[in-house]
């Protein structure tokens, strides 16, 4: 066993019994490369990445590539999921030199952390143009021992560059409506209308493009905005990038149809799409966007929460396919053979409905299962018993591995999404899921003084700093479940939580936000980037939060914060809407408002009550806000002087400083909403 051992990442934890004497990130890898005069390695991935499984397998346990790295190197291991800034920094760096990134990611590093070399996945032998990893260790190790004053100058010119690199400048403003119609123009040519989605392959789900087209639409009626996102849902819900037996979405598809995913399962994606079905069915009745947002509200508690409440990662790509061979996508796929062993006569209407070929879809004749009929009439009952019979055949196969790491912003994510999944479909094992998950952030992952940190695993909370991120994606699960359950202790954590992003995360001068805080670890570059990736970034996942505390509590310094770091949208947003989709939406929510609605009751058990405050919940309005209790109560500041009307419980509408008459019908609620 190696150093790795004692770690709390699985990632890092798969890696313990290699021959490689690896370090974790510390300062005291650097000075032992220091001491021994050596260069570091560093090897960035996370658990459910296939090609670092493959890597690892070729070379990591590989004794002759093991005994290589420990003679002539500092070989550092680093799970990108607990350590996001380190990832990012280096990662620009590989982007800047070769054009591309990915992981993989191998970098090789001077003492003093400076990268000179790059690159990510190498293979165990010459192939497809790469040289082997052997060769890549042999010429970096001869540069460093025979060229090193070389090596200095490139390793210091890197970081130069890096540091003069400047993200585009803000504009001094939030975007308006100018800005929003270009966005919108900008996705509607990049908008692929025979598949749905956005570019080609791989495709990935655009989680945060499809919120900013359904806020886009509810603020201004646009169909070609509606229209995009309901096509994009039905497609990949009907594609295999969605699990149709378990719900649940994978990673990504490796083709342009949503027919053939990359396995692995991550909790940020199923619980920004949670979400976006759940809205999706809130603006259309649609009932595929009800089934979607309920199989993966279910997928997430059945098969990511962990015994403390808090919800995993990730389920890895790959499986055992039964021979003892780790295989991608071994989990999931069918022969019609297969189908014939667990159905016996109804493997051909199985076949027909989830098309399952001959030939196969995948590899090996296999097919992923997808819904390709679209037109015909299919026994409702009978799918269900199909279903139902596969779906238990498939779990007596042997599951792929869980990433049991409880990251903040991604639980975060899951609490927004559960907790009004729970809400709109009269759900409360779901609220009650969101609320398990929120305890364990507050029990584990905040301290004293306000501050999170990025991980936990098994109740033990993981030694690295919170990231912008995980206060503004926790902030916003918190947000959610206040609207949800009446409750205001969560809008008070969330302050808490936000007063750190304007204290440590932003520019005073300017407004802009960094990813780490002013008393983070110091790298060689302080990361900051406003672009969305796989999910919200921090600086627009923050922008949200901020604005939704200010019209919770009317404070000006939040609402200020948030419109000062949305200058970053005006910029970006007409030229690149595809990767800033959730600054988009959150503009949308500053043009709208946010509407700010408070409901008042004699009680929580009251039925009236509950028909207003599911009224508000259910109102499309963007990024609006719910306060919901009693007239004297003091859980939220916007039922202050809230009073019934007559006896009978109320809904007040307040929008840019004005309050409508307060209306006692949810009916009248719904259009105020409108």
């Not at 899951?414 to 029990?443: C, I, K, N, Q, S």
């Not at 999910?535 to 922008?543: E, L, R, V």
Request: hydrophobic share 40%; net charge negative; charged share 25%.
């Amino acid at each position: 066993m190696n150093r790795l051992a004692h770690e709390t990442s699985p990632y890092l934890l798969q890696h313990a019994d290699n021959p490689v004497d690896w370090w974790p990130w510390s300062a005291e890898a650097f000075a032992e490369a220091r001491r021994t005069n050596r260069p570091v390695l560093l090897s960035v991935g996370y658990s459910s990445c296939h090609w670092c499984h493959v890597m690892a397998h070729e070379s990591f346990e590989d004794q002759g590539t093991a005994d290589y790295l420990n003679e002539h190197f500092v070989s550092v291991k680093v799970d990108r999921e607990e350590r996001p800034d380190v990832d990012a920094v280096y990662m620009e760096a590989v982007q800047a030199a070769t054009g591309h990134g990915g992981w993989p990611m191998t970098v090789f590093l001077t003492p003093d952390a400076e990268p000179f070399y790059f690159g990510t996945y190498y293979p165990p032998a010459p192939r497809h143009g790469m040289p082997s990893f052997r060769q890549v260790l042999e010429g970096v190790q001869q540069a460093w021992t025979t060229r090193r004053e070389e090596v200095g100058e490139v390793a210091g010119k890197i970081v130069r560059d890096l540091a003069q690199r400047e993200i585009v400048r803000q504009a001094a403003e939030a975007p308006g409506e100018q800005e929003l119609a270009q966005a919108l123009l900008g996705l509607t040519r990049e908008y692929d209308p025979q598949r749905g989605g956005f570019g080609g392959a791989p495709k990935f789900p655009p989680s945060m493009v499809l919120e900013f087209l359904l806020r886009h639409h509810a603020r201004t009626g646009a169909e070609g905005a509606l229209q995009m996102a309901v096509d994009t849902c039905e497609r990949m819900a009907r594609g295999g990038i969605y699990d149709q037996l378990g719900g649940g979405f994978a990673r990504y598809s490796v083709d342009r149809d949503w027919t053939v995913p990359h396995f692995e399962k991550m909790l940020y994606d199923n619980a920004l799409l949670c979400r976006v079905y759940a809205h999706l069915w809130r603006a259309t009745g649609s009932d595929l966007a009800r089934r979607v947002a309920l199989e993966t509200a279910d997928f997430l508690v059945r098969e990511l929460r962990t015994p403390e409440g808090g919800f995993a990662s990730a389920l890895d790509a790959d499986s055992d396919d039964g021979t003892g061979r780790h295989v991608e996508g071994a989990y999931y796929v069918w022969t019609p053979a297969q189908l014939r062993d667990v159905l016996g006569d109804d493997a051909g209407l199985a076949a027909q409905y989830f098309g399952v070929t001959e030939e196969g879809t995948f590899e090996h004749g296999q097919s992923v299962l997808q819904l390709p009929q679209t037109e015909g009439v299919f026994d409702a009952e009978k799918i269900a018993s199909v279903r139902r019979r596969l779906f238990d055949a498939r779990a007596r196969r042997p599951a792929p591995g869980r990433d049991d790491k409880v990251v903040a912003a991604w639980n975060g994510l899951a609490v927004a999404a559960l907790a009004e999944t729970g809400a709109y479909f009269g759900r409360p094992d779901l609220v009650e899921a969101a609320l398990g998950a929120a305890d364990l952030l507050v029990r584990v992952h905040l301290d004293e003084h306000a501050r999170l940190a990025r991980t936990s695993k098994d109740g033990r909370v993981g030694p690295n700093a919170g990231v912008l991120e995980d206060y503004g994606d926790v902030a916003e699960g918190f947000l959610a479940l206040a609207s949800v359950t009446g409750e205001g202790v969560w809008l008070d954590f969330a302050g808490l939580l936000l007063d750190q992003v304007l204290v440590r995360f932003t520019d005073p001068a300017t407004g802009a936000l960094f990813d780490t805080a002013s008393d983070a670890e110091r790298l060689i570059r302080r990361p900051q980037d406003p672009t969305d990736n796989a999910a919200p970034s921090g600086w627009t996942a923050a922008a949200g939060a901020l604005l939704g505390y200010a019209a919770h509590t009317g404070s000006e310094a939040h609402r200020v914060a948030a419109e000062r770091a949305l200058g970053v949208v005006k910029t970006l947003g007409p030229r690149v809407p595809r990767f800033i989709g959730w600054g988009l939406a959150v503009a949308e929510a500053l043009l709208d408002g946010p509407r700010e609605v408070a409901v008042v009751g004699p009680g929580p058990d009251d039925e009236r009550t509950a028909a207003l405050h599911r009224t508000a919940l259910l109102g499309a309005a963007p990024g609006a806000v719910v306060a919901c209790g009693t007239p004297d109560g003091d859980e939220f500041p916007l039922l202050a002087g809230r009073t019934l009307i007559d006896g009978a419980p109320a809904a007040y509408v307040c929008r840019g400083f004005v309050c409508d008459l307060p209306v006692t019908d949810p009916e009248a609620l719904r259009a105020k909403l409108a």
